[in-house]
């Protein structure tokens, strides 16, 4: 099982930035893909990005391609996300996951996940 803690999130203006990360612990953290979903009020989980092990390969939602910008350091055991041009629709609670099938967006296929952290972007 890996352990993993989100942080960064926070009230921002729209068009503003901010920057998510997420510590795992409890594995080898470079041996599986790391992904983002989020979830708002009343609304289902979805998926956000996606990264693999060796963060040579990435996946975005159409919805936050060419804004957000998923990455890794495998060193630190820390995968980020950062995320620019914020928009109010953009609001939720973010949530880390690893071990998971990369390519997939689905939430059934990451076998572990953070306790999540609150993105509210203000119009």
């Known amino acids: 099982q890996v352990q993993l803690v989100e942080s960064g999130g926070g009230l921002v203006q729209a068009g503003g930035s901010l920057r998510l990360s997420c510590a795992a612990s409890g594995r080898t953290f470079s041996s599986y893909a790391m992904g983002w979903f989020r979830q708002a009020p009343g609304k289902e989980r979805e998926f956000v990005a996606s990264?693999?092990?060796?963060?040579?390969?990435?996946y975005y939602a159409d919805s936050v391609k060419g804004r957000f910008t998923i990455s890794r350091d495998n060193a630190k055991n820390t995968v980020y996300l950062q995320m620019n041009s914020l928009k109010p629709e953009d609001t939720a609670v973010y949530y880390c996951?690893?071990?998971?099938?990369?390519?997939?967006?689905?939430?059934?296929?990451?076998?572990?996940w953070g306790q999540g952290t609150q993105v509210t972007v203000s119009s």
């Open positions: 990264i693999s092990w060796s963060g040579g390969s990435t």
């Open positions: 996951a690893a071990d998971g099938v990369l390519g997939s967006y689905y939430s059934t296929d990451f076998g572990s």
